[in-house]
């Protein structure tokens, strides 16, 4: 007879799955990674303050502020390519803690005053949680804000729309080639009641695969929920006009892999280990959003590396501005940051991240269709 291994203690949400496939069977990595991050009793956006040094990851916008301002100096652009449109709906999906929108809003305030005070703030979260702290900290910009719950409650209008690090933390199926079929993966129990995954019996037709078909046991990873996303945006864009910067970690051709991971406490942990209490992801596949835009007649201004992006549009000379009146360890301070979100290799966001700039004019945008312009 063999002993059971240990059993580590289940998160209360580990403990609510497994009664969930005892009575309806093994659920998809869609459906487990939509319970991890949004169960509205113990999902992780819900009740986790993610973000930050204490936090179990960092964000762009949380390293420093040069880039909201940046962001900022990039709507600033598309609104004035776009003949300076009244009350512009200024939109961002996913705020965080509200600090991306809160440095975008300075930075309107001093490029483009009759943006700033005829513009509509909305910001789309699904965590009452983190809306409430958006509140907080917006509350002091002079903006109007408006919350939602999902885009498609924005009002129609111009659309000036950003979304840092939204995607990552949307559903994705996987399939993992077996007998030459790919079969989706799927959350079960095992013989000793813990989460393990599985296959199920939904096969993927060969036209949703990227060329070269992969070996045996690799993965393709789809995002229907997020492709979905894209659409209405662009779709939004067509109708009304407007512009959106869409930031996440990713890769610009779709492949196989598989790219989910969790992150707990600044660590990498099991995917079924933790649930509720990692932050689970995986990157995006821009191509496939790409493909979207393009579906509902939009248009991409550009799709380049983050660091490309933001030296691109003057994040260099602005940190030299931000640097000049400071003490030598302030100085360094705003170096390092600089490197962490511009530059590449392990640990820095500059290469990993990608910045997909999309129109519905088709209007040709900075740092993507020109040398940049100073601010
Ligand atoms: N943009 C922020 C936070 C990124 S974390 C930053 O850069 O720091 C992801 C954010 O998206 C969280 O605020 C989370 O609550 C929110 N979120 C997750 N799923 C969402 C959805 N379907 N619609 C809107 N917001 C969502």
């Known amino acids: 007879m063999t002993a059971a291994p240990p059993v580590p203690a289940m998160t209360p949400l580990a403990g609510k799955i497994a009664r969930l496939i005892e009575t309806a069977g093994p659920i998809s990595v869609a459906d487990y990674f939509s319970m991890c991050l949004a169960d509205p009793e113990y999902g992780y956006y819900l009740t986790r303050e993610p973000f930050g040094v204490d936090g179990d990851f960092i964000t762009a916008p949380e390293v420093t502020q040069l880039f ?19 009350a512009a709906r200024l939109v961002e999906l996913g705020p965080g803690r509200g600090t991306l929108m809160a440095d975008v809003l300075r930075t309107l305030r001093q490029l483009a005053p009759s943006l700033f005070e005829t513009a509509e703030v909305h910001l789309v979260e699904t965590s009452p949680r983190l809306a409430e702290r958006q509140r907080r900290t917006l509350s002091g910009t002079g903006a109007r804000c408006h919350w939602h719950a999902e885009f498609t409650e924005v009002p129609d209008g111009y659309t000036l729309l950003v979304a840092n690090e939204l995607f990552d933390a949307l559903p994705i199926r996987q399939f993992v080639k077996t007998d030459g079929v790919f079969r989706e993966r799927v959350v079960g129990l095992d013989g000793f009641g813990r989460l393990a995954f599985g296959l199920g019996p939904a096969a993927l037709e060969p036209a949703h695969l990227p060329d070269g078909g992969g070996e045996d046991g690799s993965v393709f990873e789809f995002s229907p929920v997020r492709e979905g996303v894209m659409r209405k945006i662009a779709e939004r864009l067509v109708r009304c006009g407007g512009a ?10 779709s492949g196989f892999g598989d790219t989910l991971q969790a992150l707990r406490r600044q660590n990498f942990d099991g995917v079924l280990e933790h649930p509720g209490e990692a932050d689970l992801t995986s990157h995006v596949d821009f191509a496939a959003l790409v493909q979207a835009v393009h579906e509902v007649g939009g248009h991409i201004a550009g799709l380049a590396p983050q660091g490309d992006f933001l030296v691109g549009l003057g994040l260099l000379e602005r940190a030299g501005r931000l640097g000049a009146d400071k003490s030598v360890l302030e100085q360094t301070a705003i170096r390092a940051a600089v490197e962490r979100i511009a530059g590449a290799g392990a640990g820095r966001m500059g290469e990993l991240f990608k910045v997909l700039a999309v129109t519905g004019d088709g209007a040709p945008l900075a740092p993507f269709s020109q040398p940049a312009g100073r601010p």
């Open 68 to 86: 909201g301002e940046i962001v900022g100096i990039f709507l600033v652009h598309a609104w004035q390519a776009q003949g300076r449109p009244e």
């Open 244 to 253: 959106a910067l869409l930031i996440d970690y990713g890769h610009v051709v």
